[in-house]
Structure formats: structure tokens, C-alpha cells
């Protein structure tokens, strides 16, 4: 029985993560965030000051662009709330949180 339950919690805890990545298309970077559940996110980075900007949905993958060029920094809001993702390189912001940071040379 107790295998049966850890097997339910690893399937749950699988479904419940969100898959994100970056694509280079000429000169825009484009941030795609995997999360179908979500009903709103925005996007903030270091370009233009963390302004927000609500991305846009395409069948629960979250897409924002930003010109391709130099080293920033990012994050993520899903629905209100700021929402870690996976990525490579990380800093702490100065509310608790960490943003994720882009470096085209890596």
C-alpha cells in the first residue's frame, strides 16, 4: 500500500511541474513557460526596468519576447504569485525570491 501511494505522489508532484525554455528567432528572444493550469502570468525582466507584461497563452504554453542581446534578468508570475522556474543561472532578488538570469553566452 505504501508503494502504491509513493508512486500516486511522484505521478502528482510530475503532472504539477511546468517545463520552461528559451528560443533565439533572428533578432528576439522568445521565454516559453509550460503551465496549462495557469490563468494569468507575467513576465518582468531587467531590460526595461522589471516592468510587467502579461504574456500571452497558446494552449497552456505562456510566451513573451524581448530583443536578443545582452545578459538579463527575469521572473515569473503565475496568477498573482511569483513563480520559480528551472533555470540554469540564479540570483536572489530583494523581496526573498530568486530571479532567473539569461546570459546568451552560455
Known amino acids: 500500500m505504501t508503494r502504491a501511494w509513493l508512486a500516486f505522489g511522484i505521478v502528482?508532484?510530475?503532472?504539477?511541474?511546468?517545463r520552461h525554455y528559451v528560443r533565439v528567432e533572428g533578432d528576439?528572444?522568445?521565454?516559453?513557460l509550460e503551465k496549462a493550469d495557469a490563468k494569468k502570468v507575467i513576465f518582468a525582466c531587467s531590460l526595461d526596468g522589471f516592468e510587467p507584461h502579461e504574456?500571452?497563452?497558446a494552449d497552456g504554453r505562456w510566451i513573451?519576447?524581448?530583443p536578443r542581446g545582452s545578459q538579463f534578468r527575469?521572473?515569473?508570475e503565475v496568477d498573482g504569485s511569483h513563480?520559480?522556474?528551472?533555470?540554469?543561472?540564479?540570483?536572489?532578488?530583494?523581496?526573498?525570491s530568486k530571479n532567473c538570469i539569461y546570459d546568451p553566452h552560455m
Open 12 to 18: 502528482v508532484m510530475v503532472a504539477a511541474c511546468s
Open 28 to 32: 528576439t528572444l522568445s521565454l516559453f
Open 55 to 57: 504574456a500571452r497563452n
Open 64 to 66: 513573451v519576447s524581448v
Open 74 to 76: 527575469y521572473y515569473y
Open 83 to 96: 513563480y520559480p522556474t528551472s533555470c540554469e543561472l540564479k540570483e536572489d532578488d530583494d523581496f526573498g
